[in-house]
């Protein structure tokens, strides 16, 4: 049974239209045997009449016969997988409930169940009757009514072909006249990659694409996209016809250029929001003077620093009469209403991709000229599509197609390519793609391993990320170590996760000796240690728990990998987990979880794992191989407290780094003995390190996926 509730009223056609959509999805997902799913899901999974993604389309009905039978395979999924630990809804349990009347309509069966009140069921729930709520379907409900929008969403014919018609779109008498105070500002606070990007959205291209490496200021670009792009409006009016007209007369007032800013409003969508919200005294008006828009977030989990925006704050403002957007006039007519109109007021709006397809965005009585969708490169391509369903002018997709991709449950649709976003099919189809270019996050003794192994060398590092660490005097802290562990994986029954307990007391050890000697370390919270699995996280909370007390949480972050997209700390402990003969080594060899992985530090990455498993990969083989020719990688076994023996720390000091020109040609000793004197040398000496330099790619192990 799907729950659906009474949406708000929009167009008659477009609504009729999205109503026989979704009577379509329903009709489908509710043909299907609930029990047949689950026995299908343990076996091999056929691909008959299923398609790879491709990079161009030629038609809408191409278009929908790839993507739509792998939508549905990843609807299965998700209906077999049910609720994960991490959803915020939770299974309900057994509920009894009376049948009352039911009636057949349009092919559905609809039955009135009489249920206690504290029953908790939302719209698009998934119930099987007899039991319990298996999932929420609003997401994909949404994706797949987007999807079936295509033909009439803005750049149809470029979201197909993956190319613009008119190469010559970007001509200067079609870009935004941005005010010289405001550009001389751009100028002075943007690099020139950034520069570059933001001037390509002022060309008005219809898709502009932003690929923001770790650390390189893609919410410094943003914001500056932002400044220009609000306050570029009053220099063109658009006309009726569509035309652009140069404005000449008089300067506008502050209402003349805010009836302007809201016709040129952009969205601003994440497809994976963090917590904090964009720092707006970064945005600028045309005269380079602080501006503070009018913004107001929906669909996300409200931080306390910026609950003064969140709408439900908003709505208890309006609900007293003491609303700021309005100039404290109450608003009638309930909720939604007054959604509408905070909504319309405001001038930027952040929602996740999934909420802007909620029905409280129809209610609006003015559209958006830009959408920015933050993240692009972690969202299916559908899920891009929700916020285009709304009409818009501009579309700029920000994200990295080298960092974490999107979420998949379906491996069959993983394997077909459903998780490729609309940015890496752009990118992929040869579409122009504006990347920044200079980071200011790693030191360059970290950086330029992704910067070589993922973004053919094009990473070039800010000033002042030298600066040496105090726990840079010992070669095991830092900038780059490798801790080759040979521990024992295990995997916790009935998980599809992995832990690996010689790692975690390596790890707590390797806390313990960095906070005791850098006692700075543990006034903030500056150390993180993150994992793919989520059990091995749990395992070091716990651990850390145990041996450090329960303050340790204030001052060490432990987080999965996934979770820990965006972030940074001074100090990153990376535990590999994975150990065996067989080299398995499970979504490990996924390129973009590694780079995410070892670009979160500023001054040290220690990543700790187990190099005869991990070598079987290339990228992994050349980390390793990375960290023996900088002398930077050590072999441990227990007892691990050997390893940190004052003796042995003594000949692991390290005086000064080595120069930028030897980080290359240093080559890798097996005795930790002698890496003091080669850290002293002028000249790196030509030496054979016997290394096993072997490049094979073992395939991926499906039991290394964590739900």
Not at 134 to 141: E, Q
Not at 398 to 424: E, R
Request: proline share 4%; net charge negative.
């Amino acid at each position: 049974m799907a729950v659906e509730k009474s949406g708000g009223s929009g167009g008659a056609s477009a609504s009729s239209s999205a109503v026989s959509t979704i009577d379509r999805f329903h009709k489908i997902v509710l043909s299907w045997d609930y029990l047949q799913l689950v026995a299908e899901s343990t076996g091999k999974k056929k691909i008959k009449g299923l398609q790879n993604v491709k990079n161009t389309y030629e038609s809408v009905a191409e278009y929908l016969g790839i993507f739509e039978p792998l939508l549905f395979e990843e609807v299965k999924a998700q209906i077999v997988r049910g609720p994960s630990d991490d959803d915020e809804e939770v299974r309900l349990d057994w509920q009894k409930g009376a049948v009352g009347d039911s009636s057949e309509s349009e092919g559905f069966l609809k039955v009135s169940v009489a249920v206690p009140d504290d029953f908790n069921v939302s719209e698009n729930d998934l119930l099987l009757l007899s039991k319990e709520k298996l999932c929420s379907l609003s997401t994909i409900v949404r994706e797949y009514t987007a999807m079936h929008s295509i033909a009439s969403l803005p750049f149809k014919d470029l979201i197909l072909s993956a190319a613009e018609k008119n190469k010559h779109s970007d001509d200067k008498s079609r870009a935004w006249n941005v005010p010289e105070p405001l550009m001389d500002y751009l100028k002075t606070n943007l690099n020139d990659s950034q520069l570059d990007a933001v001037n390509a959205g002022l060309s008005r291209r219809s898709f502009v694409l932003i690929q923001g490496p770790p650390g390189t200021g893609k919410t410094q670009t943003i914001l500056g996209l932002l400044s220009a792009v609000l306050h570029s409006a009053p220099a063109r009016i658009q006309t009726k016809g569509g035309l652009d007209v140069q404005k000449h007369g008089p300067e506008l007032d502050i209402e003349g250029k805010r009836a302007h800013w809201m016709k040129a409003s952009p969205w601003l969508f994440g497809g994976n929001p963090r917590d904090q919200i964009m720092p707006i005294d970064g945005i600028r008006d045309e005269n380079n003077s602080t501006y503070s828009p009018k913004i107001v977030r929906v669909g996300l989990k409200a931080h306390h620093s910026v609950k003064a925006v969140s709408m439900d704050y908003l709505i208890n403002q309006k609900r007293s009469g003491v609303g700021t957007l309005d100039g404290g006039r109450r608003e009638a007519g309930g909720d939604d209403r007054m959604k509408a109109s905070i909504l319309n007021e405001a001038a930027i709006v952040f929602s996740t991709l999934s909420f802007s397809g909620s029905s409280i965005f129809s209610r609006m009585t003015r559209a958006f000229d830009v959408v920015i969708i933050d993240e692009a490169a972690q969202a299916v391509e559908p899920a891009t599509l929700v916020p285009l369903v709304h009409g818009c002018r501009q579309v700029f997709l920000v994200g990295d197609p080298v960092q974490l991709p999107a979420t998949v449950i379906s491996k069959t649709a993983q394997k077909l390519g459903y998780g490729t976003s609309l940015f890496k099919r752009f990118q992929a189809a040869g579409f122009p793609v504006q990347m920044l270019k200079i980071q200011y996050r790693m030191h360059p003794e970290i950086s330029i391993f992704p910067s070589n192994e993922f973004y053919e060398g094009a990473l070039q590092d800010g000033e002042g990320l030298s600066k040496k660490r105090p726990w840079h005097s010992y070669s095991c802290f830092g900038p780059f170590c490798f801790f080759d562990v040979d521990g024992i994986e295990s995997q916790p029954s009935g998980s599809g996760s992995w832990v690996n307990q010689y790692e975690v007391e390596f790890i707590t050890l390797v806390y313990h000796q960095l906070a005791m000697r850098y006692p700075e370390l543990k006034s903030s919270p500056q150390v993180a240690v993150i994992s793919p699995y989520k059990h091995q996280v749990k395992l070091l909370k716990d651990h850390f728990r145990s041996t450090f007390g329960d303050q340790s949480k204030e001052v060490i972050d432990v987080n999965t990998v996934d979770g820990f997209q965006g972030r940074e700390k001074e100090i990153v402990i990376f535990s590999c987990v994975r150990c065996n003969k067989e080299q398995r080594i499970g979504f490990l060899d996924d390129f973009r979880r590694m780079n995410v992985a070892i670009t979160r530090a500023r001054s040290a990455v220690l990543v700790v794992g187990s190099a005869s498993t991990l070598k079987q990969d290339k990228h992994w083989s050349n980390l390793v191989e990375s960290a023996k020719e900088r002398g930077r990688y050590f072999k441990v076994s227990k007892p691990f407290t050997v390893f940190f023996a004052e003796d042995n720390l003594k000949t692991m000091k390290v005086e000064r780094l080595p120069p930028p020109e030897l980080r290359n040609t240093l080559e890798a000793i097996s005795e930790v003995a002698v890496r003091q004197e080669l850290m002293n040398v002028d000249d790196a000496a030509d030496q054979a390190d016997g290394g096993d330099d072997d490049d094979t790619v073992m395939d991926a192990d499906d039991g290394g996926y964590d739900d």
